[in-house]
């Protein structure tokens, strides 16, 4: 057993019950393919995400030690990213940039994500078919995170892009040298976009988190340029790259699920409780990596220290010892208390948003068409194995109930 499965495309298409196999045989589980330990039960995932060291970042005398000098420039910005950090480090840079992402100042935008979602689906009905992750589930936090950073909207197509070979780097587990070229390409083009942005904030500045960044003082200490850039860089994929998952993952589970969508639309208040199940049942992130602070014992196994560990959160969502009937869609689910953002000090700081993009978007997709039909043809997976979403999703749209 080992996740280097999931780059079987049939594997990748339903990674559920290979999950299940590891929880159920060997939950702590040392693969030898990924010199990891997988770990897949809840309790232990918790565990992992709560005390392990996020600090897993390859030097860059480590990358060329393992003949991947290329990847250097990756990895410099990668070790100033919060997302690969430890306290006090991590703290600091949470602190600053979580400012924008409150859920008070995330439920004022609202209405605008409503604003923006009408505009996409009003092009949709006009063609009568919708591409989820084409024409909403990318476009959306796209846009939405642009205006949050305080960067021209308009490029947000090109932060797309880019978002998204460098999510490649965040969940695969073999080198490839084109993804490898995509992604130096992604990292250098974002690096000096917001260098740019940087310097116009200077000359001209504008509200959002780039100036909130460059302007705030921790005991009379400001983040350097590069942290600025690491960290815009990191708010920018995160921010995209879930919510366009989850939209996408979660259309998907409707149409699959087609009593459910029925339950759905029957009663519109389930829409808030109906994400969160989505977000279990078909997380946009699946697993994350951590290094073992000391020498631990974890569910039995001795695993040593700077060991690497893979908390597959994807598995823990459907751990019976936490959740009843857990392969089951129950959009009215109680306790349903989620690893799809992760855990502690590393809870994805972006979760207000993406949960309120989620319910907009899906909500306004269920009470505007009363039918929505999967076009036949193939589903195809992105083969990023960290992250869980699909190349396309292309339905047809029509009436209004």
């Known amino acids: 057993m080992s996740l280097y499965r999931l780059l079987d495309p049939e594997v990748l298409a339903n ?40 600090d897993r970042t390859p030097s860059p005398e480590q990358l060329a030690a393992m003949g991947l000098e290329a990847l250097t420039p990756i990895a410099r910005v990668m070790v100033k990213q919060m997302l690969f950090l430890d306290a006090p480090a991590h703290t600091r840079l949470r602190g600053l940039a979580s400012y924008a992402f409150t859920p008070r100042r995330v439920a004022i935008l609202r209405e605008h994500i409503q604003e923006i979602t009408t505009r996409l689906l009003d092009e949709a009905a006009a063609r009568g078919r919708l591409d989820v992750i084409a024409d909403l589930g990318a476009p959306l936090p796209a846009i939405v995170t642009a205006e949050m950073l305080g960067v021209p909207t308009e490029d947000h197509e090109q932060l797309k892009n880019w978002s998204a070979d460098f999510a490649e780097v965040l969940g695969n587990f073999q080198h490839n040298p084109d993804r490898a070229a995509r992604m130096l390409r992604a990292t250098e083009g974002m690096a000096e976009y917001f260098r740019e942005r940087i310097r116009e904030q200077k000359r001209q500045p504008r509200e959002g988190l780039i ?70 049942f078909e997380p946009p992130s699946q697993h994350t990596a951590r290094m073992a602070p000391d020498d631990v014992e974890l569910g039995g196994r001795r695993i040593k220290k700077r060991q690497a560990v893979i908390a597959v959160m994807a598995a823990g969502n459907r751990d019976p010892e936490r959740f009843p009937e857990p392969d089951r869609l129950d959009l009215g689910r109680a306790d349903n208390r989620h690893l799809s953002f992760g855990w502690g000090a590393h809870f994805c700081f972006g979760a207000p948003l993406a949960r309120i993009e989620g319910q907009v978007a899906l909500a306004a997709l269920v009470k505007r068409f009363e039918r929505i039909e999967l076009e036949p043809g193939p589903l195809v997976w992105r083969q990023n194995l960290g992250l869980r979403g699909l190349e396309a999703l292309p339905v047809t749209l029509g009436g209004a109930p």
């Open 211 to 280: 100036n909130a960044l460059l302007t705030a003082e921790i005991d009379g200490d400001r983040l350097t340029e590069e942290e600025v850039v690491a960290n815009c860089i990191i708010t920018m994929v995160g921010g995209q790259e879930t919510t366009t998952n989850l939209i996408g993952n979660g259309v998907l589970t409707l149409l699959r699920h087609p009593a459910e969508l029925a339950r759905l639309r029957a009663d519109l208040s389930l829409i808030p409780s109906a994400v969160e199940e989505l977000l279990r």
């Open 15 to 54: 990674p559920y019950p290979l999950f299940h196999r590891l929880r159920s045989e060997d939950p702590v589980h040392w693969d030898p393919f990924l010199h990891a330990w997988v770990v897949t039960r809840y309790a232990d995932v918790v565990t992992v995400l709560y005390k392990f060291s996020a």
